[in-house]
Each structure stands twice: as structure tokens, then as C-alpha cells.
């Protein structure tokens, strides 16, 4: 029983370790590591509907379009689709009252 939690312990934490690997933004984000890694993998959900369906997603650029106002930010953040094409996406950070940071994305307004 004992090897069996030890054994358990040892994925869970791999798991975690994983999902708080860095991701390459470049640009202007104030984005923490953590946040980052939230917003991509939201973005891989999104992207999904070009059919892009790789574990890889690259993220070509960020600016922010409204800083932070003491309730949300925003920022427009560009991806380079499995297509070729880049996408852009409207990203909005806003300071949840239990804690944590809420993201809002949508595609950027033509």
C-alpha cells in the first residue's frame, strides 16, 4: 500500500510539473508564467476549430491593448496557425473575488 501512494505521489507531481512548464510569449504580456500556460492551453481549444489539433502551439506575439485598470486588462495576443495563417485573439485578464485571475478570449474584432 505504501509503494503503491509513493508511486502515486510521483505522477501527480510530474503532472504538475508538466503542466507549469514555461511557454514561449514573446511581446509585451504581463502574464505570469502560470497565466500564460492557462491562456495557451485555452488557446489550443480554440484553435481545434481550424482543425489544429498539435500539442504545440505557438504563440507569435502579445500587446496590451488596455493595461490594468484595477478590474482587468487586456491584451491582444497573435498565434501562428498549424494553417499557416496567424490568428488573433482579444485576451482579458480579470482579478476573481475568490482569488486566481479569470481569462476571457474571444477572436479579435476585425
Not at 484553435?47 to 504563440?59: G, I, M, N, Q
Request: proline share 5%.
Amino acid at each position: 500500500m505504501r509503494r503503491s501512494m509513493h508511486g502515486l505521489f510521483v505522477l501527480l507531481l510530474g503532472a504538475s510539473l508538466l503542466g507549469c512548464a514555461a511557454v514561449e510569449v514573446p511581446g509585451e504580456t504581463k502574464a505570469d508564467p502560470a497565466l500564460k500556460a492557462s491562456t495557451a492551453d485555452i488557446l489550443k481549444q480554440l484553435e481545434l476549430a481550424y482543425r489544429c489539433s498539435t500539442l504545440k502551439l505557438t504563440v507569435s506575439g502579445t500587446t496590451v491593448t488596455k493595461p490594468f485598470d484595477g478590474t482587468k486588462s487586456q491584451e491582444k495576443w497573435d498565434v501562428l496557425s498549424c494553417n499557416g495563417e496567424t490568428h488573433s485573439y482579444e485576451v482579458n485578464f480579470t482579478p476573481s473575488p475568490r482569488g486566481g485571475t479569470q481569462i476571457g478570449i474571444r477572436k479579435w474584432p476585425q
